[in-house]
T-cell receptor, first 113, second 115 residues
Framework: DQQVKQNSPSLSVQEGRISILNCDYT??????FLWYKKYPAEGPTFLIS?????DKNEDGRFTVFLNKSAKHLSLHIVPSQPGDSAVYFC????????????FGQGTTLQVKP | DGGITQSPKYLFRKEGQNVTLSCEQN?????MYWYRQDPGQGLRLIYY???????QKGDIAEGYSVSREKKESFPLTVTSAQKNPTAFYLC??????????????FGPGTRLTVL
């Protein structure tokens, strides 16, 4: 049972345009969401997070939107740069204080110059 | 400078052999985690530890074992009982397991190939 889903395996955008990566979840008990970026053969690096009490969090070129009623979150990258090309994972944490993260399958973003 | 180190980066073993993957952190984090990543899949939790001498099974613990004798170290042993051990293994740590907003920080990973 996949509790966190990234239904688009890949996304290609032109440099300077907006990249929108999507993530859906099924468990309404998730209260904290994170986005990680991963290059091949490296560990994921933390990008941005959002608490379930908010609907938007912004950090520079990265903005995460949370729609709790739809159980959907998205990551917007504006403007996209070639260095943003990587695999992006969304992750969710439950409120049971275990600290466990549930990861989506990842979306490979390619930003073309 | 602080961080998480995993060694080696690439590891080859023959089928039927146990192998231990190293994970060390100098971030003074209480919680540590092991994940595995397979192609086209997200990260799946193998084991996690909240404090020294304590650890819990994750979602796919079968065929793996861990120890947490020191705060800085959380080695993972892949035993011969693990049916599909070839994967990319990632270690992570966070300040506390109990604080839901704590971010997990990842090491560079170890690519294990069983021949």
């Amino acid at each position: 049972d996949q509790q966190v889903k990234q239904n688009s395996p890949s996304l290609s955008v032109q440099e300077g345009r907006i990249s929108i990566l999507n993530c859906d979840y099924t468990n309404s008990m998730f209260d904290y969401f994170l986005w990680y970026k991963k290059y091949p053969a490296e560990g994921p690096t933390f990008l941005i997070s959002i608490s379930s009490i908010k609907d938007k969090n912004e950090d520079g070129r990265f903005t995460v939107f949370l729609n709790k009623s739809a159980k959907h979150l998205s990551l917007h990258i504006v403007p996209s740069q070639p260095g943003d090309s990587a695999v992006y994972f969304c992750a969710a944490r439950g409120s049971s204080n275990t600290g466990k993260l549930i990861f989506g399958q990842g979306t490979t973003l390619q930003v073309k110059p | 400078d602080g961080g998480i180190t995993q060694s080696p980066k690439y590891l080859f073993r023959k089928e039927g052999q146990n192998v231990t993957l190293s994970c060390e952190q100098n971030l003074n984090h209480d919680a540590m985690y092991w994940y595995r990543q397979d192609p086209g899949q997200g990260l799946r939790l193998i084991y996690y530890s909240q404090i020294v001498n304590d650890f819990q099974k994750g979602d796919i613990a079968e065929g793996y074992s861990v120890s947490r004798e020191k705060k800085e170290s959380f080695p993972l042993t892949v035993t011969s009982a693990q049916k599909n051990p070839t994967a990319f293994y990632l270690c992570a740590s966070s300040p506390s397991l109990a604080v839901s907003t704590d971010t997990q920080y990842f090491g560079p990973g170890t690519r294990l190939t069983v021949l």
